[in-house]
Antibody
């Protein structure tokens, strides 16, 4: 059974860097074809794809946020980490990590973590 | 960038109704489309991928159709647990993108 869970701060100040960790089980990020992505959702708004990391350490980022995002993996710990620099109140959202079985859709999602950006 | 138009944004329906949700693309995406269901306070759940392939465990009252630019999600007989928000997602073109959502509410 595949499960994912996000962890990190619930409150960050403007200009700070956000670091979120996705801890997963039920699959290995060293298996060919596997990927883990991050998607966010501002309160009451639609979903926005942020980044994805593949089993071979290839990485993809949203073009609009690429300069602020870094995604890494620790295969031995079954974790994927997303960092986002220079946080702003508009970045307030629930952040989800999700399992990519193929291409760019997602079949298993974490429960999400709400991050509020406020001074 | 592919622009997606999902309609309607709000749909009022009754249990037992047949409902359809549309997702239109600004350019053709073959069948690289997924549909998700999201309930309040919960993560999205994958319903359909490849435009019409039902994800394992999803009830057969859900179906997807379309290719190219026009896609439809149909719920054949709406159940109480189906009142939720539905999102389409294209994964033909990078970056992947989501529609604006359709909230299905009780009439």
């Amino acid at each position: 059974q595949i499960t994912l869970k996000e962890s990190g701060p619930t409150l960050v100040k403007p200009t700070q860097t956000l670091t979120l960790t996705c801890t997963f089980s039920g699959f290995s990020l060293s298996t060919s074809g596997v990927g883990v992505g991050w998607i966010r959702q501002p309160p009451g708004k639609a979903l926005e794809w942020l980044a994805l990391i593949y089993w071979d350490d290839d990485k993809r980022y949203s073009p609009s946020l690429k300069s602020r995002l870094t995604i890494t993996k620790d295969t031995s710990k079954n974790q994927v980490v997303l960092t986002m620099t220079n946080m702003d109140p508009v970045d307030t959202a629930t952040y989800y990590c999700a399992h990519r079985p193929d291409l760019y859709y997602f079949d298993y999602w974490g429960q999400g973590t709400l991050v509020t950006v406020s001074s | 960038v592919i622009w997606m138009t999902q309609s309607p944004s709000l749909l009022s329906a009754s249990t037992g109704d047949r409902v359809t949700i549309s997702c239109r693309m600004s350019q053709g995406i073959s069948s690289y489309l997924a549909w998700y269901q999201q309930k309040p306070g919960k993560a999205p759940e994958l319903l359909i991928y490849a435009a019409s392939t039902l994800q394992s465990g999803v009830p057969s009252r859900f179906s997807g159709s379309g290719s190219g630019t026009d896609f439809t999600l149909t719920i054949s007989c709406l159940q109480s647990e189906d009142f939720a928000t539905y999102y389409c997602q294209q994964y033909y073109s990078f970056p992947p993108s989501f529609g604006g959502g359709t909230k299905v509410e009780i009439k």
